[in-house]
Every structure is written in structure tokens, then in C-alpha cells.
């Protein structure tokens, strides 16, 4: 079974930066392209950023381009997402999946907990 945990949300102000880690089992995190992914209270979960096995390519959604940075540390089975110049839009529960190009993998679907981001104005 696919174990994520997402942890490093807190609450910070405009322009600040957190950095959130999502650890996984060895298999899932050495057999998938990984991503993050946020949700608001109403609306779905949104992709935010996906990096391949190799950690040489990433992708990122137009809203966070340039300001968040994606990558994995692959002897350590974990992913980083790297948030600087938060805004409040960025507002939202943060989790982590195995990814198919921007979405996630449509195997998946053990989401964990996630951890929350609140960037108040």
C-alpha cells in the first residue's frame, strides 16, 4: 500500500516561504515521477508541480511558476516543495502523489493527510 505523509504547512505572511517535505515507501518513490497538489475548501484539487524519476525534468502550474521549486532526494525517499514569495492564493491543504504528466497517477489513490499552507495577507 502507498504510505505518503506531507509535512512543513504552517501559517506565514505574504512574500514569505515554506518548505514542505512529502517522505514515501522506496518502491513508490523509486518506480514514479512524483508531484504536489493543493486543494481549497470547494473546489478540487489543483496540480502544482510534478518532477520526473530522474529529478532532471519538472513541470509547474502557470500560478506558481518561478516562485515554487520541486525536487526529490531520492536516498532519502523524499520530495521537497520549495515555496518562496507566498501569497494568499496560495492558500490551501498541500499533498503529494505519484503523477502522470499533471495529473495524478490514475492508480493512485491513497492521498495522505496533507498538510496545510496559510499565507495571510
Known amino acids: 500500500q502507498v504510505r505518503l505523509v506531507e509535512s512543513g504547512g504552517g501559517l506565514v505572511q505574504a512574500g514569505g516561504s515554506l518548505r514542505l517535505p512529502c517522505t514515501a515507501s522506496?518502491?513508490?518513490?523509486?518506480?514514479?515521477?512524483m508531484g504536489w497538489f493543493r486543494q481549497t475548501p470547494g473546489k478540487e484539487r489543483e496540480f502544482v508541480a510534478a518532477?520526473?524519476?530522474?529529478?532532471?525534468?519538472?513541470a509547474y502550474s502557470d500560478s506558481v511558476k518561478g516562485r515554487f521549486t520541486i525536487s526529490r532526494d531520492s536516498p532519502r525517499n523524499t520530495l521537497y516543495l520549495q515555496m518562496n514569495t507566498l501569497r494568499p492564493e496560495d492558500t490551501g491543504v498541500y499533498y503529494c502523489?505519484?503523477?502522470?504528466?499533471?495529473?495524478?497517477?490514475?492508480?493512485?489513490?491513497?492521498w495522505g493527510q496533507g498538510t496545510q499552507v496559510t499565507v495571510s495577507s
Open positions: 518532477i520526473d524519476l530522474s529529478g532532471r525534468n519538472t
Open positions: 502523489a505519484p503523477t502522470s504528466g499533471r495529473a495524478a497517477h490514475p492508480g493512485f489513490s491513497s
Open positions: 522506496a518502491r513508490t518513490f523509486g518506480s514514479f515521477p
